[in-house]
């Protein structure tokens, strides 16, 4: 018996030094690595929760349900093409479409992401949120809506006034760097206008019943997760889409929340 507590005590401590060694194996950033991180950091929005009715009875699947959510941040950008390759370089990972990014005007640094499943985007924010010891994921449907709403006030468009303003919204769905046009009255950009946004949570129908921080990730009604926000400016901050989490070909992006109640430091 004592042999063998001897032998599990020694494979305890060969796993500990392998776990160490594979949390160790990123590679060391660079100053302007560091920088793209710390800005990162900064670019985050904080919401302040509340109660607000989430949905809109006429548009489909999106029925009107209560929702109260606690307090939040949301990145007031969309993540960049800069910021998803510093996942995959610090991690001696092969960047996405390298051929591409001499050539094609929106794989430069300040455009928004593309090309990514689900899985990389939640595995972004999660290593992001790594780096700079936050709580930080994808956000959920309720999060995302709640955030482009304003806080859940009754508008159709992410803008400023909520409204499609000609002369000022003109140009929204072509594909810009982000932060172009102007933001929301929370001061986040291209929630209505931007790419097709990635959520954390798989596509449910909405609940009848008044929910307090709806998170459907372990629920599994379907095979797809919900997207939000889309390229024309025109379509309703309410419409809801999904694919399945394995799809990377729909030019969709993402943004991260840091789930944490008060604000970023």
């Known amino acids: ?21 594979s949390c160790n194996s990123q590679k060391s950033a660079t100053p302007e690595q560091e920088q793209i991180l710390k800005d990162a950091k900064a670019n985050f929005v904080f919401v302040e929760g509340g109660a607000f009715t989430m949905g809109k009875n006429g548009v489909s699947i999106a029925y009107e349900h209560e929702v109260t959510l606690d307090s939040y941040a949301i990145s007031k950008y969309e993540t960049t093409w800069e910021e ?3 996942y995959f370089l610090l991690n001696e990972k092969e960047i996405i479409n390298p051929q591409y990014r001499n050539g094609i005007k929106d794989y430069g640094p300040k ?22 010891n936050l709580p930080i994921d994808l956000p959920t449907e ?12 009754d508008v159709e468009h992410a803008t ?10 003109d140009n929204y769905g072509v594909d810009t760097k982000v932060g172009i046009y102007p933001p929301n009255s929370l001061g986040i950009y291209d929630m209505s206008g931007g790419r097709p ?3 954390n949570d798989w596509s449910v129908m909405y609940p009848e019943e008044p929910i307090t921080n709806p998170r459907y990730d372990t629920i599994v009604n379907r095979k797809d997760k919900v997207i939000r926000g889309f390229h024309k400016l025109s379509n309703s901050v309410y ?11 729909f030019g969709g992006g993402f943004r991260c929340v840091c789930n944490q109640k008060t604000p970023i430091e």
Not at 111 to 126: D, E, G, I, R, V
Not at 160 to 169: A, L, W
Not at 239 to 249: A, I, K, L, T, Y
């Open 1 to 21: 018996m004592y042999k063998i507590i001897i032998r599990f005590h020694k494979l305890l401590v060969l796993l500990c030094c392998v776990l160490t060694q």
């Open 84 to 86: 998803f390759d510093l």
């Open 111 to 132: 455009y928004a992401a593309k090309k990514n499943t689900w899985f990389l985007a939640k595995s972004y924010c999660q290593w992001l949120g790594e780096q700079l």
């Open 142 to 153: 309720a999060q995302w809506e709640y955030a482009a709403r304003s806080r859940g006030l």
């Open 160 to 169: 400023n006034s909520g409204k499609i303003e000609g002369g000022v919204n």
């Open 197 to 199: 946004e990635w959520t």
């Open 239 to 249: 419409v809801r889409s999904s694919r399945e989490p394995e799809q990377d070909g």
